[in-house]
Every structure is written in structure tokens, then in C-alpha cells.
């Protein structure tokens, strides 16, 4: 079994595609989200639908030639280490001053050009996430990056990872944390099925590219 091919999919993919497992000493499957416990491994594709699909049809038992307990919940153990990842790295990133906080201060760092990306609590109203949405918009109008926002927290996380109260908007700022923080957050995204946000805004841009490539 090549160690990067999805027992799933039967696929290969990076390392960053795909999450490793590996078995622990109760013949547990153990999810290897920093790709660092020891033992032969085995790799499933990075989003929740594979790995509840590896666990009920047997697949890990399979890969590994052994019979393993697969915990009743993988899905949702993978869930929240991943969250538990991205939200400590998050911490990390907000003592670095690498976070802008609060709708006026996120809408001026995306319109200036310093944000990374941006983060919504899942509560945020639908004005408070227009408006930062236009800033996001305009800044590709004026030729700047494409500035992608992420719902995936509710108000109460965000709040205790920034050591804030009522966080409802916040921009990650450029620079090495941010990047830090934006690969866990991209890994917990892709793991929940792709932000629709992200994914409108990517296509968003992809049609003025197009409009422009037309008029030329």
C-alpha cells in the first residue's frame, strides 16, 4: 500500500490532501493530524465524507490487515482536532498582532491590502458580512488579491481564541503567522466540504477574468 494513496479514493495526493491514522496500543484507529505518531500508517482524503466512508465499510481493517475498534464518531474526532488546531493557531497569531478585530478595523485592513484572510462567526449578520464582502470585491477591482472569508466559528470560539468578547469579524493579517493560520484553517475548511463564501468569491473572480479576457 503506498503510505499517500486514499484507501478510499485509491488515489495519491500531498500530504496536505489527505489525513493519516494510524493504530494505537488498544487497536484503536487514531487520527495522525500532525503526521508524527509512530507506527505504519494509513491515509484517507482530507474531508469528512471519505473518512465516515473508510469507517463503514471496513476500509481501515482492510488497509491495515488487522481488526481495528474504529470510534463510533471519527467524523466528528477529526472535527474537532482540526478546530482545536486552527483555533490554537489562531491564538498564536493574535499575540504575534497578526489579527485586526471588529468590522471597521477588517473592512480597512481588506481594503488596504494587509488582510490574509478574513474570519466570520457563524452568527454574523447578514449586513455586517456584506459589507466586508464589497471591501473584498473592491480590492480585486482595484487589482489586489482575492481576499477569501471563512465562516467556521461560532462567536463564543473566536472570542476565546482572541482573548476577546463579542468577536464577530476578524481579518488575519499577512505575514508568517498568518500563513501559519490560514493552512489549518484551509485544512478545516476543505474537511468540512468548502466555505460557500470562499467558493462564490473564487468563482466571482473567475468571471471578471473572463469579462476582461473578452473585451481584449
Sequence with gaps: MNDRTCIVTRRQAEPDELIRFVVGPDSAVVPDIKRNLPGRGCWVSADRLHIEKAAAKNLFARAFKAQVVVPPDLGGMVDGLLSRSALGMLGLARKAGAISLGATKVESAVRGGLALFVLHATEASNDG?????????????????AILAYKLFSEAELSLALGGTNVIHAAVLAGDAGRAVQKRMVALDRYRGGSPDDLAMLAAVADEDDAAEDME
Excluded: E, F, N, Y
Excluded at 458580512?129 to 488579491?145: C, E, W
Design 129 to 145: 458580512v456584506r459589507k466586508i464582502s464589497q471591501a473584498r470585491r473592491a480590492t480585486v477591482h482595484l487589482g489586489g488579491p
